[in-house]
Nanobody, 121 residues
Framework: VQLQASGGGLVQPGGSLRLSCAASGLTLDDVAIGWFRQAPGKEREGVSCSNGGHTYYKDSVKGRFTMSRDNAKNTVYLQMNSLKAEESATYYC?????????????????WGQGTQVTVSS
């Protein structure tokens, strides 16, 4: 199983980015897939998760972040709008083969390598 995260970069406050997570070795339809972020010196925190047609978001990103998927490409996306400086972090995608969404990183058995998001003017 491999997860390839991409799409990070430098964006001004209020700007947008779309992250991608391309999966191989499994079918995203059958698993829970989450996005996490970790800033230097802070714990890894869950941002969103999708499984079986349900999608969950951390309260602070509701209305600004949207997960979507392209089943044909076996890829999941995280559209991030109205980004804030405090959301600068390395963003990771992760898979729980048990198809259960959790905010706890330990529930996820497979992780992408992370993509850096920097929100700064």
């Amino acid at each position: 199983v491999q997860l390839q995260a991409s799409g990070g970069g430098l964006v001004q406050p209020g700007g947008s980015l779309r992250l991608s997570c391309a999966a191989s070795g499994l079918t995203l339809d059958d698993v829970a897939i989450g996005w996490f972020r970790q800033a230097p010196g802070k714990e890894r925190e869950g941002v969103s998760c999708s499984n079986g047609g349900h999608t969950y978001y951390k309260d602070s990103v509701k209305g600004r972040f949207t997960m979507s998927r392209d089943n044909a490409k076996n890829t999941v996306y995280l559209q991030m709008n109205s980004l804030k400086a405090e959301e600068s972090a390395t963003y990771y995608c992760a898979v729980n083969p048990g198809n259960i969404c959790s905010w706890g990183p330990l529930a996820y058995g497979y992780w992408g390598q992370g993509t850096q998001v920097t929100v700064s003017s």
